[in-house]
């Protein structure tokens, strides 16, 4: 079966340091990869979705970036945080946006 | 293109009493609609989905939806409120493979 991981779970930062969420599926192969920002009280964000290994899409301009190294592989990264950068950040693949998302468990990203 | 309009942001019940989260949805395409729960601080789960089969879709935990192509609507209904079912919900409208758009929430709480 597959699954999705995503860590870590929580993360305290300070301003100005460097990002680096990681994102693992298992069980599929050449999944649509997906990032998305849940700010406090707002709705979902798409930041950045890939379609195969070093393909990435960036639905926002933003201080954040997206790799693809491997195939079951999507890192979100920062140079430097800033203090909007916090919020919760989902992970999440699909094998066509018809059936729908699977999502990991989130990293709750505090930025202070 | 395509949108989702979830038509409250907050919805209150009592335990045992039913349960009705409403969404509206736009599509160039026939489109593919899910619910979405997310319990705090934790990732999305999907309730369930129509993918133009039968209309009336039945989902995880006792919930159910209607697709109603001539109100363009997919409200999620529930008999009876349990006090695990406080959560937030997203409804999601999709057409291609990505590009799937998420509504801005309803919280749904649950009185004892």
């Known amino acids: 079966s597959q699954t999705i991981h995503q860590w870590p779970a929580t993360l305290v930062q300070p301003v100005g340091s460097p990002l680096s969420l990681e994102c693992t599926v298992e069980g599929t192969s050449n999944p649509n990869l997906y990032w998305y920002r849940q700010a406090a009280g707002r709705g979902l964000q798409l930041l950045f979705y890939?379609?195969?290994?070093?393909?990435i899409s960036s639905e926002v301009p933003q201080n954040l970036s997206a790799s693809r190294p491997q195939d079951r592989q999507f890192i979100l990264s920062s140079k430097k945080l800033l203090l909007s950068d916090s919020g919760f950040y989902l992970c999440?693949?699909?094998?066509?946006?018809?059936?729908?998302?699977?999502f990991g468990s989130g990293t709750r990203l505090t930025v202070v | 293109a395509q949108s989702v309009t979830q038509l409250d942001s907050h919805v209150s019940v009592s335990e045992g009493t039913p349960v009705l989260l409403r969404c509206n949805y736009s599509?160039?395409?026939?489109?593919?609609l899910f619910w979405y729960v997310q319990h705090p601080n934790k990732g999305l789960q999907l309730l369930l989905k129509?993918?133009?089969?039968?209309?009336l879709v039945k989902g995880i935990n006792g919930f159910e939806a209607e697709f109603k192509k001539s109100e363009t609507s997919f409200h999620l209904t529930k008999p009876s409120a349990h006090m695990s079912d406080a959560a937030e919900y997203f409804c999601?409208?999709?057409?291609?493979?990505?590009?799937?758009?998420f509504g801005a929430g309803t919280r749904l709480t649950v009185k004892p």
């Open positions: 599509s160039s395409y026939s489109p593919s």
């Open positions: 890939s379609v195969g290994i070093g393909q």
């Open positions: 129509y993918t133009s089969a039968a209309t």
């Open positions: 999440a693949w699909s094998v066509g946006g018809r059936l729908g998302y699977t």
């Open positions: 999601v409208v999709s057409g291609r493979a990505n590009d799937m758009r």
